[in-house]
């Protein structure tokens, strides 16, 4: 069985996160007021494994709020079966 684990996530430029790197550990809280960018840390994740936001949809504003020419990256590191790999979009 393959064990997959999210050791990281850098987030640049992702809906209202200008730059975030999250580190996880067996366990990571992740909290907030409303409208802190908990669902926008979720929504980068998604969006790096699947190109779309946690509500499936793949036309959204992934571009932070009134700019424009702004590089959007999400990287993920990830321990799949004691093996790092690094994805990025």
Do not use: C, H
Not at 24 to 45: E, R
Not at 67 to 79: A, H
């Amino acid at each position: 069985m393959k064990t997959v684990i999210l050791k990281k996530l850098q987030i640049s430029n992702f809906k209202g996160i200008s730059s975030l790197e999250v580190t996880f550990s067996n366990l990571t809280k992740i909290s907030g007021a409303n409208a802190t960018g908990k669902t926008s840390i979720f929504d980068a994740y998604i969006w790096l494994l699947f190109g779309k936001n946690s509500e499936d949809q793949k036309d959204f504003g992934v571009k932070p709020y009134n700019t424009s020419n702004v590089e959007v990256s999400v990287t993920g590191y990830l321990d799949i079966n004691g093996s790092e790999v690094k994805l990025k979009r």
